[in-house]
């Protein structure tokens, strides 16, 4: 039997190191915009995945107050 061990949350981080985290998310979401696009029209499973994973990466960085602008194939912000 695995030993499990404990999940941090955000409030573990500090201030600094919520930051780069938030700062590092915004960059990848950023670098992989055009990706995201280019695969709105697709409709394979791994396109939908990849997808998806982007979705709830732009939604997650939206709850922690970053918008920004959302490629084809990301639904819009709630």
């Known amino acids: 039997?695995?030993?499990r061990?404990?999940?941090p949350s955000l409030a573990d981080l500090s201030e600094t190191e919520r930051n780069a985290?938030?700062?590092a998310a915004v960059w990848y979401a950023k670098?992989?915009?055009?990706?995201?696009a280019a695969l709105?029209?697709?409709?394979?499973?791994?396109?939908?995945g990849e997808r998806e994973r982007y979705q709830?990466?732009?939604?997650a960085?939206?709850?922690?107050?970053v918008r920004l602008h959302?490629?084809?194939?990301?639904?819009?912000a709630a």
Do not use: C, F, N, Q
Request: proline share 8%.
């Open 70 to 76: 959302r490629p084809g194939g990301i639904r819009p």
């Open 40 to 48: 709105a029209d697709d409709h394979s499973a791994r396109a939908v």
């Open 5 to 7: 061990m404990p999940t």
């Open 31 to 36: 670098y992989h915009e055009g990706m995201i």
């Open 1 to 3: 039997m695995a030993l």
């Open 21 to 23: 985290l938030v700062a």
């Open 56 to 59: 709830d990466l732009y939604d």
């Open 61 to 65: 960085l939206a709850k922690l107050g």
